[in-house]
């Protein structure tokens, strides 16, 4: 079965520090790997997704992401913390298994609120 | 522009009064989804649609039905809500299963009492 794991419930970081929110996956397959992001009171909003080509991935806000096969890790990375990006943080991985009847399903980590302190 | 519209966006009810929670998305997607986000538990699928007429279920869908009439609309039907259904509703569409770029509503704030 796919799933995602947020190893940390809680990241806290001060400002212009690096960050790193971490993600490990299982999937069948090939993996659609993706980063939303949640403020206060808001919906979702896309940061970045790996699918294939390279395996460091650029997405909104100065994040990125390192997609690393071996270690079925796909760690959310910005290289200076803002206290704009205090939020909360959702990896997910989509099914893209033929076999059953998932295919489609996105699976959702259970998020990391990023806290960055100034 | 593309979007997924969801209403109402916040809504307060009471135990049994059967409510519907509308979702249309303006790009001829044939996938559309609804998810429910709990605290400490992340998103969860309810249902899912792959095109008119296909509907099926997600990891929890008790309590709940959709139905797609139409291609852009995928309402979220609660029959006699109750109070452990009280969460942050999303809706989210692609242009098929295997689509990369998945979009989401803003959110439906649903309080059962």
């Known amino acids: 079965a796919q799933s995602v794991a947020q190893p940390e419930d809680q990241v806290n970081v001060a400002e212009g520090n690096p960050l790193t929110v971490k993600c490990t996956y299982s999937?069948?397959?090939?993996?659609?790997l993706f980063w939303y992001v949640q403020y206060p009171n808001r919906g979702l909003q896309f940061l970045l997704k790996?699918?294939?080509?390279?395996?460091l991935v650029k997405g909104s806000y100065g994040f990125e992401a390192e997609f690393n096969k071996s270690q079925t890790s796909f760690h959310l990375k910005k290289p200076s913390a803002l206290v704009s990006d205090s939020a909360l943080y959702f990896c997910?991985?989509?099914?893209?298994?033929?076999?059953?009847?998932?295919?489609?399903?996105?699976?959702f980590g259970r998020g990391t609120q990023l806290t960055v302190w100034p | 522009e593309a979007q997924v519209t969801q209403n109402p966006r916040y809504l307060i009810t009471v135990t049994g009064k059967k409510l519907t929670v509308t979702c249309s998305q303006n790009?001829?997607?044939?996938?559309m989804s609804w998810y429910r986000q709990d605290p400490g538990l992340g998103l969860r699928q309810i249902y899912y649609?792959?095109?008119?007429?296909?509907?099926d279920k997600g990891d929890v869908p008790e309590g709940y039905k959709v139905s797609r009439k139409e291609k852009r609309n995928f309402p979220l039907i609660l029959e006699s809500p109750s109070p452990n259904q009280t969460s942050l509703y999303f809706c989210?569409?692609?242009?098929?299963?295997?689509?990369?770029?998945?979009?989401f509503g803003e959110g439906s704030w649903l309080t059962v009492v």
């Open positions: 989210a569409s692609s242009l098929s299963s295997t689509g990369n770029t998945i979009y």
């Open positions: 999937v069948s397959g090939n993996p659609y």
């Open positions: 790996y699918i294939t080509g390279d395996n």
């Open positions: 997910a991985v989509r099914d893209m298994s033929y076999r059953g009847s998932t295919l489609g399903r996105l699976y």
């Open positions: 790009m001829n997607h044939e996938y």
């Open positions: 649609s792959m095109n008119v007429e296909v509907t």
